[in-house]
């Protein structure tokens, strides 16, 4: 199957999974009904009178941001998951291998428990400290790592990212063990949700994706040498430190971002980049993308399980991702080592 059919296959899917999560829900809402808010709100047109307010605030504030915020979370954690396993050339490596999630948590549950705001952001205090945790995490592990290693190798990071991200961990540990009145607000966080998401988040999110993606495209062709080992990158011109600090910190923009805003949901990083690798190769200017366009289709539909499957009752969508992601996590690890054998 021609590239061009699976890029349309995938579009569509993600198209379809986007009206599920727009449809589904506590009541059902026909897709027709869907279609008439979207062309009233975007493009003006009248209401039919058999749509009311209540459907229509319903579908525009509530269900269509939340579809489109787990699409854009989704995009960003795989697309960054894809950087990672690139640069890193390990098939288990991620974002939150380097700390990304528990620097962000940790700086998020401070936040929860002592009800700190800042001033000028007010409400937005928790994304954005919890953001800074994350990327300040994954900047001390790459200072650690050069001042260890002047060459970077690639165990040198994934060792002091695992080592800093148990000792951060632990630090939240204990964060949360004294605060108990805190602790299912904190529990609940950690496992990531997409409830009460605004269009302003949304706008966020894209403008961070849109940015990554335009420069992880600029950066195309070194992640292609460097899948081939170090050595053929060198020999190509490529400069091994200076690339890695761009690529590694912009896949922890990516998801440090999405951490800030929605909390840790697992595993997506790890599953889009070998489907689509598998599906369309190794080509980094067409993988990355599709990747993302993956990622997104299946964290609208893991949110979609999460707060369906057991209504009324709502599930963290990080339990739902990490139910189909750790059996995978296994799978991709044996294979490799019966590979290897």
């Known amino acids: 199957m021609k590239n061009k059919v699976k890029f349309l296959l995938f579009l569509a899917s993600a198209l379809a999974a986007l009206a599920l999560g727009v449809c589904i829900g506590s009541s059902r809402i026909p897709l027709g009904t869907v279609l008439s808010v979207l062309s009233h709100k975007l493009f003006g047109t009248a209401l039919p009178e058999s749509v009311t307010g209540v459907t229509a605030s319903i579908v525009w504030s509530i269900r269509f941001p939340r579809a489109v915020m787990a699409f854009l979370i989704g995009a960003a954690l795989s697309a960054s998951g894809t950087v990672m396993q690139s ?3 390990n098939p288990l490596a991620s974002s939150y291998t380097l700390g990304v999630s528990s620097g962000a948590s940790l700086l998020a549950a401070v936040v929860l428990v002592t009800g700190f705001s800042l001033p000028v952001i007010g ?13 300040g995490t994954v900047f001390l592990a790459m200072a650690l790592s050069m001042r260890f290693d002047r060459g970077m190798e690639n165990h040198t990071i994934i060792l002091v990212g695992m080592v800093l991200s148990l000792f951060v ?5 204990l964060v949360t063990a004294l605060s108990s009145e805190r602790l299912s607000q904190l529990i609940f966080w950690q496992m990531g949700s997409f409830s009460g998401e605004t269009w302003q988040n949304c706008g966020l999110v894209l403008t961070v994706l849109a940015l990554g993606l335009c420069i992880l495209q600029r950066y195309a062709r070194e ?59 190794s080509n980094h200017r067409l993988v990355t993308p599709m990747a993302a366009l993956f990622g997104g289709t299946f964290m609208v539909l893991a949110d979609l399980l999460a707060r369906t499957i057991l209504s009324p009752l709502e599930l963290p969508v990080g339990a739902v991702t990490a139910l189909i992601g750790a059996p995978f996590f296994a799978w991709v690890y044996f294979h490799r080592k019966r590979g290897a054998a």
């Open 223 to 281: 992640m292609d040498l460097m899948t081939f080992g170090e050595e053929q990158a060198l020999s190509a011109g490529v400069e091994m430190r200076r690339v890695k600090l761009i690529l590694i910190a912009l896949s922890a923009l990516l998801t440090g971002t999405a951490v800030s805003l929605v909390g840790v949901i697992g595993f997506v990083d790890l599953i889009a980049p070998h489907i689509i690798r598998r599906l369309f190769g």
């Open 87 to 89: 640069v890193l050339r």
């Open 123 to 135: 409400s937005y205090t928790l994304p954005f400290l919890g953001f800074i945790g994350g990327l």
């Open 169 to 173: 961990n632990a630090l939240l540990t």
